[in-house]
């Protein structure tokens, strides 16, 4: 394998492992930022399909006129798609966008402390799950710290950096050096379940679908009301849409279990719409009907 190091002007490289809807978009981030950038996948399949999403979200920004064609074919210069994790070797940077597992993840980062660098820093993109907990006994607990990008990666300003409880204190100022290499604006928050944004936005969630099953009011009026009231960008039954219910669900259930508080739990609606595939703008249905990129009523 290439040393990226050597090869790419002695730059640091990162490496994303995972490329479903996070890895993919954490992957634009790193190569508009100008690093090599490693994308690992399970499978060539996977694979494939993760370096197509990255591929189709810069040929639209050339679209849109954000980037020139140029600039797009020099990011593609420095991604470099593989299904062997030994080939992130050489990435000083190491950010996580696997499935929402403590195990998975765990198993992910014990295998990269036998192949990376010793000055290599681990990020997490976990959304719910404890950094401290994904970091326990994988051999570099130290060098771990939660790195979690919102969605759409490429688009969203913030990411929210969380130390575990044996994050070193360097590791924390390299992470947040790296967030502003790569253009983000943080926030330092603690390895608390949800950390912030979702520690506000999944109780919010749950709150404006029991007010619907309560009759309090539509989805389209709930949806006015928190755009053209609160300011928000999106109706939150918009947002639950595009998020999908049944990641929704996931995600609720999750903090639910660890906070034990019943704002977290998922309302009856939620299994019901997921029991009818009404999922959302992934199935044509949820709280709004889709059809060819058109929005139809509740
Ligand atoms: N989707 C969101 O809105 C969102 C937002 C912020 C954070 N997150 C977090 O980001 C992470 C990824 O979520 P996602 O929505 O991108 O999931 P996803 O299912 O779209 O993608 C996960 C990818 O990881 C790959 N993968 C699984 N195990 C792997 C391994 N050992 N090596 C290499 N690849 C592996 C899978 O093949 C899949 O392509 C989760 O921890 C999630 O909680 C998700």
Redesign the pocket.
């Known amino acids: 394998m290439a040393d990226t190091r050597a090869t790419n002007g002695g730059q640091d490289a990162i490496g994303v492992?995972?490329?479903?809807?996070?890895?993919s978009g954490i992957a634009v981030v790193a190569l508009r930022a100008g690093f090599p950038t490693w994308v690992?996948?399970?499978d060539a399949e996977?694979l494939d399909?993760?370096i197509g999403r990255i591929r189709a979200f810069l040929d639209g920004s050339v679209r849109r006129g954000k980037i020139t064609a140029a600039e797009r074919d020099e990011m593609l210069t420095r991604l470099h798609g593989t299904t062997v994790?030994e080939d992130l070797a050489s990435c000083r940077y190491v950010i996580e966008?696997?499935?929402?597992d403590v195990e998975?993840?765990r198993?992910?980062f014990r295998r990269l402390h036998a192949v990376a660098a010793p000055d290599a820093l681990f990020l997490?993109?976990?959304?719910?799950?404890s950094v401290t907990s994904i970091a326990a006994s994988t051999g570099h607990e130290e060098r771990v710290v939660g790195m979690?990008?919102?969605?759409p990666a490429p688009l969203m300003a913030l990411v929210e950096i969380s130390p575990g409880l044996r994050t070193s204190p360097a590791a924390l100022e390299e992470a947040q050096a790296l967030a502003g290499r790569l253009g983000k604006t943080y926030v330092v928050t603690h390895d608390t379940p949800g950390f912030i944004l979702n520690y506000f936005l999944i109780p919010f969630e749950n709150d404006c679908i029991r007010a619907l099953e309560e009759g309090l009011a539509s989805v389209e009026d709930i949806d006015r009301a928190v755009k053209l009231g609160l300011g928000y960008p999106m109706g939150t039954f918009e947002l639950l849409d595009t998020?999908g219910l049944d990641?929704h669900y996931a995600?609720s259930m999750r903090l639910y279990e660890q906070l034990h508080d019943p704002r977290f739990a998922p309302p009856p609606l939620v299994r019901r719409m997921i029991d009818a595939n009404r999922l959302g703008r992934k199935t044509g249905h949820g709280f709004y009907r889709y059809e060819k990129g058109r929005v139809f009523g509740a």
């Open positions: 492992v995972g490329a479903g809807t996070m890895g690992c996948e399970t996977n399909a993760g994790l966008a696997v499935y929402e998975v993840k198993a992910l997490t993109n976990t959304s719910t799950l979690h990008f919102c969605n998020v990641v995600v």
